[in-house]
């Protein structure tokens, strides 16, 4: 009995060994630590580092839907052809009213270097506007790159807004008034290679060099900025040189095609009603230019020339957190006729714009915005829209 009973359990414990090698040949390896999603809280809200790497990453943007309408005439009236809102403002139908919609997505990445921050900023946009299509116009655009920059320190090159009324580092007194649509600032996109200094504070400015697009020429373009900023608001003054406003068309012969832009303006913020401001911007054109704040006269006897000068006075009155009313009004001079110095007479003008900004929960915005333009000897143009904004 005991050699049997030795027997039996030395097998026992061969096939209790061989079973235990048998577990550990088919044992799942220990899984390997997660790199979670970290935030980066370097550059603000929104961002986080991309996996593995030291580089943050932020995804942002909006969808809206607005109805707009107007009552300008089509261009071939000959009471004239008005535009109210300015040319950042999707079409409307002539003498009717439309829909649309648009998503927008911004991807913004960046790293510290010992030369700065190292940033890479892309905007993808499309537009839907079924009645856009009724007068010729895209009805469905497809995704596209609206904007899109690399920067490293002071240093930007890309395709953006330009910097006769946009800087990064000191937003102060972007665009023109405080609207959405901004009245008549000389909304366009360009490419550039550009260098910014300063920031919120203290003195800022920007040079940049663009590329005109509608010339045929190595000469770019050339916009300067030089501005102050404080908590009291900030003051600037803006230059550009058009170095051949006519496009190398050859329409013009008086040897000179070049023009130039000057801007100048001043921010008050009101200290006894917080977030409620005053802006006043000037402008002057020696000639029809790329650049200026353009103009409502755009009918076809006098093909929308620059004015010679324009004043923009805008007021934002922050009735409560969720609440702004905006009110703002633009004079123009005589107008130059398109590509030459030949100013158009009584050809004044002017815009006025009521515009309200609220925010009834946190990343929806309701915005209503009206425009009324009227020209010298023409017919006033009444156009708006009402849009409804979802922030992410």
Request: proline fraction near 4%.
């Amino acid at each position: 009995m005991k050699i049997k009973s030795l027997i039996l359990g030395s097998a026992a414990a061969l096939l209790a060994v061989s079973g235990a090698r048998a577990a550990d040949a088919v044992m799942a390896p220990e899984p390997e630590p997660v790199d979670y999603v970290r935030v980066c809280d370097a550059y603000g809200a929104g961002f986080f580092y991309i996996p593995g790497t030291e580089t943050c990453l932020s995804i942002n943007g909006y969808v809206w839907f607005q109805v707009g309408a107007t009552s300008q005439k089509n261009d071939n009236d000959s009471q004239g052809y008005y535009f109210g809102p300015s040319a950042k403002t999707p079409g409307y139908n002539n003498d009717g009213w439309n829909t649309g919609s648009r998503v927008r997505i911004n991807f913004d990445a960046r790293s510290e270097t010992e030369w700065g921050t190292l940033r890479g900023w892309m905007r993808l946009q499309a537009d839907w506007n079924p009645s856009a299509g009724k007068t010729g116009g895209a009805s469905d655009g497809g995704v596209a790159i609206d904007q899109a920059w690399v920067q490293l320190g002071g240093f930007i090159a890309g395709y953006g807004e330009s910097a006769w009324f946009y800087q990064f580092n000191n937003s102060a007194l972007n665009y023109g008034s405080f609207s959405w649509g901004g009245l008549y600032y000389g909304y366009q996109e360009r490419s550039s290679i550009r260098y910014e200094f300063g920031g919120k504070t203290g003195l800022y400015g920007v040079i940049s060099l663009e590329d005109p697009a509608d010339e045929y020429s190595y000469m770019p373009d050339v916009v300067g900025r030089i501005g102050y900023g404080a908590a009291w608001g900030a003051v600037d003054l803006v230059a550009a040189y058009d170095h051949d406003r006519n496009g190398g068309n050859g329409a013009l012969d008086d040897g000179n095609k070049s023009a130039i832009a000057l801007s100048a303006g001043l921010l008050l913020n009101v200290p006894s009603m917080p977030g409620s401001a005053f802006k006043l911007v000037g402008y002057y054109n020696s000639a029809d230019s790329n650049y200026g704040p353009g103009s409502p006269l755009t009918n076809t006897w006098f093909g929308g020339g620059q004015p010679e000068y324009s004043v923009l006075a805008s007021f934002l009155y922050q009735a409560t957190p969720t609440l702004g009313l905006i009110v703002s009004g633009q004079y123009f001079s005589d107008v130059y006729a398109v590509g030459t110095k030949d100013k158009i007479d009584d050809s004044a003008s002017w815009a006025a714009e009521v515009s309200a900004v609220w925010t009834p929960v946190k990343n929806f915005e309701v915005r209503p915005e009206i425009v009324y333009t009227k020209a010298d000897h023409f017919d006033g143009t009444v156009s708006g829209y009402l849009r409804f904004t979802r922030y992410f």
